[in-house]
Nanobody
C-alpha cells in the first residue's frame, strides 16, 4: 500500500519560511517523479514543483521560482519543499504526489498525500 504523508504546514507572516516534508512508503521515491501541488479555495490544483531523484529533472512554477526548492532524501524516502519569502498568495493546501511518467496534468499523477495547509498572512 502506497502512502504519502505530508507535514510541516502552518501559519506564517509574509516573508517567512516553511519546510514541508513528504514521507513515502510503499514506493521508492528514487523511481518516481515527485511533485508538490497546491490548491487554494475556488481555484484549480496547480503544480508548484517537481523533481526526479539525482537531479535528473527539476521543475518550478514561475510563481515560486527563486523562492521554493524541492529536494529529496532517498535514505529517508522523503521529499521536501523549502518555501522562503512566502507571500499571502502562497496560501493553499499543499499536496505531495508521485507519478512514474511525468505530466503537467495533476489528474495523471497516481499517488497523493492528504495535504498540509499553508497560510501566509500579510
Amino acid at each position: 500500500q502506497v502512502q504519502l504523508v505530508e507535514s510541516g504546514g502552518g501559519s506564517v507572516q509574509a516573508g517567512g519560511f516553511l519546510r514541508l516534508s513528504c514521507a513515502a512508503s510503499g514506493i521508492s521515491i528514487s523511481n518516481y517523479f515527485m511533485g508538490w501541488f497546491r490548491q487554494a479555495p475556488g481555484k484549480e490544483r496547480e503544480r508548484v514543483a517537481a523533481s526526479l531523484s539525482g537531479g535528473r529533472f527539476t521543475y518550478y512554477a514561475d510563481s515560486v521560482k527563486g523562492r521554493f526548492t524541492i529536494s529529496e532524501d532517498n535514505a529517508k524516502n522523503t521529499v521536501y519543499l523549502q518555501m522562503n519569502s512566502l507571500k499571502p498568495e502562497d496560501t493553499a493546501m499543499y499536496y505531495c504526489a508521485a507519478v512514474s511518467t511525468l505530466s503537467s496534468d495533476y489528474r495523471r499523477w497516481k499517488y497523493w498525500g492528504q495535504g498540509t495547509q499553508v497560510t501566509v498572512s500579510a
